[in-house]
């Protein structure tokens, strides 16, 4: 039987709440609430489907028994315009006669705080919708027959959250007289919704790690986990009546104690250089990630829901540590299937690759977030993380949600906004609305990414209007007026922090620019679109760019590292010698990188193109500071922000991008720059003397490739299986000869010589 997603459900909740004044938005006023709902089966269907959209968050009982695959449920999304819905199987959780759904609702984007991040982002202002958390939904069996659905019928009743931000946390009550009042009818919304399926999987649990240790510090009781979890704190706990428990969430030890300012929310609030960050009326000081619990007689159990922590030490206050019988943290973030697997060899290697892979997952709940202080996704982060995301996990889907994201608030001429979704940021683009160029260039990016590497035609067509858009728009603007806003190559080491200029700021504005026109180019090539405009005006631009920015001795800009991969990678002269720059500059500071985010991307795919992968190598089995592993020394097992910043977030991605350096160096796998869904490989590995064997395993959408290499005997076997309509070039490792080679079907076997010389 067929039917459309959502048909016939009602949008209900409670009643809109009212918050006056703002201040009481902090305060313990306001329950969250469940909706109820009652049906009954004659017989258990063998297959069943809960549809479920949400302004907010929902989590899902059936029979008192929750639903697999319902943490975190409700993506945000620009709400006005698209909400998504997901699909629960809940077949397993049915039975005869009377059964009961139970939806649980939480604040989620749709109803936030109006927090002040960083003293100006309050994001109750700039959403384009906010309000009381509702939910649509309906129960449908395996023929398409609807069992129940959301309407006037249902019921509400409160729940036992004083309190729920995505920021803040949660106020739990759990005293026996909580709860009691009786269920209500629901009050149901008008209006239609846009509503489709998510292309993006839920968020699930994702292993749970146990207290490394419990002790007594200053009068606080600390649980320490061992490392940073993104995710849920659940514990149980001995307490008299109307005790009052409070957790406090950091990631990281410092000034001996427990330091919450690395996930302060938006700095609400903290001291910065720049002075202390208001965080707004009622807004707590600072905006610590923080849960209370007012307990019962006897033994408390509670854990997070709507609202995921980054911490590995708890504070405990109101209990101490024989009252605690049980605490659990679990990872959870959005399901992605893996589809990358590496065998490294080496300790360090492996260290860094499982480093990348958590910090990568602790950010992201449907989205790509940066990390907890701001869980927005910012356009940045996404260019410069693009290709080590693809390397480890199927991300097709989130393409898909950012890309769209991207593409609702994309502004009447046709820029773009800093963040997808939107979240109000208006302050370092062109205009409000737009962002700095180099987080625009997300919206082509991704959809090239989407075709060359996931094979996600479909995508790049459904977006090129948009594309196109971008393109007229970049053609609006003189490069000197535009450039500008660009912000540089965030995170530079030479920067140290976010307080001072990025390097080459200028030169590397001019270049977004030159990049931007390109990416629209290759984006209309792709599809047979007229595109001449664009190609015209990058070629009117490269020689403006080399007259203004190029020097006698060759050199552009400032002449950083990321002047000189800047200038690679958009072909500013002989490629091949400006990587050869590139490698006398990072070889002139003592083997560190100094590139931002932007140019240590490029400079991972550059030097693994060109043969100096020797020179990464040192880079990442680097252990005095500054440096990768230097960042993983504390035993966090997370990526920090930043290389210098005593503010910078630890837990955060945004140096992550070596990750693709295991696959493109260490197994030599370069899809090729014309490829569409990874239908044209280069397969040249490094023979790294970090580890005498290594493996790789990539599961593209035309089917597995595998490289692996292993040393004996003075010599080393190296083995490549592509798939099938694979167009592959297999060749030599770097300075080795080979010594003989075999090929049966699309497995080829090499013995080579041991590589001669470095970099």
Not at 47 to 65: D, S
Not at 392 to 407: P, Q
Request: with cysteine; glycine share 12%; charged share 25%.
């Amino acid at each position: 039987m067929e039917h459309t997603l959502l048909d016939g459900a009602r949008w209900i909740a409670d009643a809109p709440f009212c918050y006056e004044p703002e201040s009481a938005f902090f305060g313990e006023t306001y329950r969250n609430h469940v909706v109820m709902g009652a049906f009954e089966l004659e017989s258990v269907p063998a297959r069943a489907e809960l549809e479920l959209a949400v302004l907010g968050y929902a989590r899902v009982r059936i029979n008192g028994k929750r639903a697999d695959g319902s943490e975190l449920l409700g993506w945000w999304t620009n709400f006005t315009k698209k909400v998504y819905a997901h699909k629960v199987d809940v077949a397993g959780l049915l039975h005869e006669g009377a059964n009961e759904i139970q939806i649980e609702l939480g604040n989620g984007f749709f109803n936030p705080s109006p927090l002040r991040l960083f003293g100006k982002y309050n994001l109750r202002e700039r959403l384009a919708e906010v309000g009381t958390p509702r939910v649509a939904a309906r129960l449908v069996d395996g023929e398409g027959k609807v069992l129940v659905t959301t309407d006037s019928s249902w019921s509400v009743r409160e729940g036992d959250l004083l309190f729920n931000n995505v920021y803040l946390g949660k106020v739990f009550d759990l005293r026996e007289h909580a709860q009691k009042a009786a269920p209500c009818p629901v009050t149901v919304y008008d209006g239609d919704r846009s509503v489709e399926l998510s292309p993006v999987a839920p968020c699930v649990r994702a292993g749970s790690v146990s207290p490394a240790r419990i002790f007594e510090h200053g009068g606080v009781t600390v649980i320490d986990f061992g490392e940073v979890v993104a995710g849920f704190l659940r514990m149980r706990v001995a307490a008299r009546t109307g005790a009052r428990i409070e957790l406090l969430y950091s990631e990281t030890w410092r000034d001996g104690g427990p330091y919450t300012g690395t996930a302060v929310a938006g700095y609400a609030g903290m001291e910065t250089p720049r002075g202390v960050c208001p965080g707004g009326p009622g807004a707590p000081e600072p905006a610590e990630q923080h849960d209370s619990v007012l307990c019962h007689e006897g033994v408390n159990e509670f854990e997070n829901r709507f609202c995921w922590h980054s911490f590995r030490y708890v504070s405990v206050t109101g209990a101490s540590a024989a009252d605690i019988i049980e605490a659990v943290a679990t990872y959870v973030h959005t399901d992605l299937a893996q589809v990358g697997k590496l065998e490294l060899g080496c300790e360090r290697f492996e260290r860094l690759h499982e480093a990348a892979i958590r910090t990568k997952l602790n950010n992201n709940h449907g989205l790509f977030e940066d990390c907890a202080r701001e869980r927005f996704g910012y356009g940045g982060d996404m260019v410069a993380l693009a290709a080590s995301q693809t390397f480890s996990f199927n991300v097709a889907g989130l393409i898909d949600k950012t890309l769209a994201d991207f593409a609702r608030d994309q502004t009447g001429r046709g820029g773009l906004p800093e963040t997808a979704p939107f979240m109000g940021i208006g302050s370092n683009g062109p205009a409000y609305g737009e962002g700095p160029l180099m987080w625009q260039i997300a919206y082509p990016y991704l959809a090239l990414v989407a075709d060359r590497i996931c094979g996600r035609r479909d995508l790049l067509e459904r977006e090129w209007a948009g594309i196109e858009c971008f393109g007229d728009y970049l053609l609006g603007f003189d490069a000197a007026e535009l450039a500008p806003h660009c912000l540089g190559d965030h995170g530079s080491l030479i920067a140290q922090g976010f307080s001072s200029g990025s390097p080459d700021k200028e030169f590397v504005g001019w270049c977004a620019i030159l990049w931007a026109l390109g990416l629209v180019f290759e984006a209309g090539e792709r599809l047979g679109c007229d595109v001449e405009r664009f190609a015209a005006a990058a070629a009117e631009l490269r020689p403006r760019i080399i007259d203004r920015f190029k020097h006698e001795n060759g050199s552009f800009g400032d002449g950083t590292q990321t002047s000189w991969a800047f200038a690679a990678e958009l072909g500013l002269g002989d490629r091949s010698e400006l990587v050869g720059a590139l490698v006398r500059a990072i070889k002139a500071e003592g083997c560190v990188l100094t590139t931002g985010i932007f140019g240590t991307s490029f400079a991972f795919r550059l030097l693994a193109e060109y043969g100096y992968s020797e020179l990464l190598e040192r880079w990442l089995l680097r252990e005095e500071n500054p440096s990768l592993l230097g960042m993983l020394a504390d035993g966090n097992g997370a990526l920090i922000e930043m290389f210098d910043d005593p503010l910078a977030s630890c837990d955060h991605a945004m140096f992550s991008s070596y990750d693709q350096w295991f696959y493109e160096g260490l197994g030599g796998l370069l899809v090729a720059r014309d490829a569409q869904g990874c239908d044209k490989l280069t397969v040249k590995p490094y023979l790294s003397h970090a580890t005498d064997s290594f493996a790789c395993t990539w599961k593209t959408c035309k089917g597995a490739v595998r490289v692996e290499w292993k040393r004996a005997d003075g010599a080393v076997t190296v083995a490549v299986e592509v798939p099938e309509g694979v167009e592959t070039a297999i060749e030599s490792p770097w300075g080795s000869e080979v010594l003989s080679s075999k090929t049966e079907g699309m497995r080829t076997v090499m013995v080579v010589s041991e590589e001669k010389g470095g970099c």
